[in-house]
């Protein structure tokens, strides 16, 4: 079985893929258009060549990779679908179903342990290496070389790096009171959670988009910020000479399709959700694992990633899938919890899942899994601006106090990040103002 | 496909890479990410650390209290787009 389409294409536009025509919705994902028409197999992993899908279809794992328009490696999960579009499977001999250089997962069985293996003499060293770097990597170079694009600067007060409900809510009220907002997003549509939660909200998603751009928002999509740099001071000699000073706010790379800009914010509002992240089982990375976000997106795109899918994890988030999975028409089977699920199975796509079921064992037939391991605050950007991160016996958290403050007098954290989910919209909201209250007062 | 189990899909790494890393003494994440190479592909271990810091703990590993160090940048960007942000000076 394959995954399929529940509700009719509006405005078709088609896609070349490998050679044969793909239907799609304008503006979907493409990597949900290829998911629509049984495409699960995208691309190739980077060592033994293992058949790879997309998981998370929101730009976090390495499954969606495609040759686009002559540009290797984009991420096709993030890509609006657009009329004659060349999409091509890299880095196989072959095609993506049948890879030729799969055969180095045959060879490993017990993975390749490169600290060892041809160590033992120079030439061969030499050689081996050689090989390993033509078997390896993903994508080769642009058919044209690309234009530098050009690249801006822009002063604002405040900063929002997420446009979820919190992200929005404090986007807006800062702009309410004044204060000059630029709102990054990396998706091609603002709302965050609300688009893809198993009851999505997208009207509301909508509304506050309109409200926030209303109160005078500045909104960037499809965009992330990169990084954060303090500027220093331009000195002579060593640091013991000449200490280096940290000069005005700090710059904050913001990257988008159009290019970067470089923003200096005098407040920074961390906004970013939650990485949904993996769990290790048997073969849990070939093509038809997905984790539950994604799963729930291409419901919201209309799309079933399977006609029985097996559930691993726990809570509402997981209850909700079933409900939303069974209202669309599909069977389920578990939730299973995750410390249970052995093996997923299959050869060319999944045909079932293997669970421990009290000293035994079973297989339960299923043609897709969606997980839903322990998440974590997405932190990274979190912890290069100076937020406290720490393990919390399961995943990352930031610490953060209260209207979001943090160890960065700069920088304050807000939304599902600092685990606030939507089932309580009104505390999303409530804890954003707060944030945004508290901003306003600083910078006035 | 032979059967694996992969803690780190972009590098491929395996549970028993993992478990020789741990054999070997690389007991704490920072050592285990630099013996195999876990989180250090195109998803930089957006997908894996919080993994692996649970596999490292239930296998008698130090308490990762600390993710692995954030390197920017965060998502990836393409080189045309860096290429503008170089300082004139620089260029010349």
């Known amino acids: 079985m394959a995954p399929r389409r529940i ?44 058949p790879r899908g997309a998981v998370c279809f929101g730009g976090r794992c390495d499954g969606c990779l495609m040759r686009v ?16 579009m060349r999409v091509e499977t890299q880095n196989v001999v072959g095609t993506a179903k049948r890879d030729l250089l799969a055969a180095t997962d045959w060879f490993f069985p017990d993975g390749m342990n490169h600290h060892e293996m041809f160590t033992w003499n120079e030439a061969i060293n030499k050689v081996m290496q050689k090989v390993a770097r033509r078997i390896a990597g993903i994508g080769t170079l642009p058919d044209d070389v690309l234009a530098p694009t050009p690249s801006d600067e822009r002063e604002v007060d405040v900063l929002v790096v ?24 990396e998706e091609p549509k603002v709302g965050g959670s609300l688009r893809w939660w ?30 954060v740099y303090d500027p220093w001071e331009d000195v002579e000699g060593t640091e013991a000479e000449a200490p280096a000073r940290r000069v005005g706010p700090p710059v904050a790379v913001v990257s988008g399709p159009d290019g970067v800009t470089r923003v200096r914010p005098r407040r920074t509002v961390i906004a970013t959700g939650r990485h949904l992240g993996a769990s290790a089982f048997e073969d849990s990375d070939q093509p038809g694992v997905v984790d539950l976000r994604a799963a729930c997106l291409l419901l919201s795109h209309g799309v079933l990633i399977g006609e029985r899918v097996a559930l691993v994890g726990e809570g509402a988030l997981v209850d909700g899938l079933e409900a939303a999975l069974a209202a669309a028409g599909a069977k389920t089977v578990g939730p299973f919890a995750e410390a249970d699920v052995l093996e997923a199975r299959g050869r060319t796509s999944v045909d079932g899942v293997r669970v421990r079921d009290g000293d035994a064992e079973r297989v339960h037939d299923c043609d897709a899994i969606a997980v839903l391991p322990p998440t974590s605050a ?52 409530a804890q954003a103002e707060a944030a945004a209250a508290a901003i306003v007062e600083e910078t006035a | 496909m032979s059967n694996k189990v992969l803690v780190c899909r972009c590098e491929d790494v395996t549970l028993g890479e993992l478990e020789e890393a741990l054999e070997k003494g690389h007991d704490d994440l920072e050592s285990v990410k630099r013996y195999t190479g876990f989180g250090t592909g195109w998803c930089q271990g957006k997908q894996c650390v919080a993994l692996v810091a649970r596999l490292l703990v239930e296998r008698g590993g130090k308490t990762p209290t600390l993710p692995i160090t954030p390197r920017q940048p965060f998502h990836p960007v393409p080189l045309a787009h860096l290429a503008e942000l170089v300082d004139e000076e620089e260029k010349a």
């Open chain 1, 7 to 50: 509700r009719p294409i509006e405005t078709a536009v088609h896609l070349n893929v490998d050679g044969d025509e793909v239907l799609a919705e304008r503006g979907e994902p493409v990597t949900v258009a290829l998911t629509a028409a049984g495409r699960l197999t995208l691309c190739r992993s980077v060592k033994y060549h293992r």
């Open chain 1, 69 to 84: 328009d002559g540009v290797a490696s984009v991420m096709t999960c993030r890509l609006p679908a657009d009329d004659g």
């Open chain 1, 162 to 185: 997420g446009g979820g409900p919190a992200g929005l809510h404090a986007a807006a009220a800062c702009a309410r009171a004044g204060r000059s907002v630029l709102l990054v997003d």
């Open chain 1, 198 to 227: 198993p009851e999505p909200m997208p009207g509301i998603a909508d509304a506050l988009a309109q409200d926030a751009l209303g109160a005078g928002v500045t909104l960037r999509s499809r965009s992330s910020v990169v990084g």
């Open chain 1, 378 to 429: 997405v932190y990274e950007l979190a912890a290069q601006a100076g937020v406290e991160v720490a393990f919390d016996g399961s995943g990352y958290e930031l610490s953060v106090g209260e209207a979001g403050a943090t160890a960065a007098p700069d920088v304050r954290a807000v939304g599902w990040a600092t685990g606030a989910a939507i089932e309580t919209l009104d505390a999303v909201r």
